[in-house]
């Protein structure tokens, strides 16, 4: 059996932690000079980790905004039988 995971840094927290790369929720962010990310439709795309996408889901809510949708598989391996994991 193949499976493939990403692993990265939470853009929100910093934490280090794997996660499908088709699937994990994102942000696109630059960078100020102290290395603090930013909103920026034209930056990187950064993952976010799943304790802060809950996090911030449950802060979106309290302030009558969607929460962003989270795929089950998100923070799981992508198996040989998905053909995204052909990159
Ligand atoms: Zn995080």
Redesign the pocket.
């Given at each position: 059996m193949e499976w493939m995971m990403a692993i990265g840094g939470?853009?929100?927290?910093?934490?280090v932690?794997a996660f499908n790369p088709n699937r994990v929720p994102s942000l696109r962010v630059r960078r100020d000079d102290q290395g603090v990310p930013y909103p920026a439709p034209d930056g990187v795309t950064e993952p976010?980790?799943?304790?802060?996408?809950h996090r911030l889901n449950a802060l979106r809510q309290q302030n009558g905004l969607d929460p962003w949708p989270v795929w089950a598989d998100a923070y799981a391996p992508v198996g040989s039988d998905d053909p995204r994991a052909e990159m």
């Open positions: 939470c853009v929100s927290c910093g934490r932690f976010v980790c799943e304790p802060c996408v």
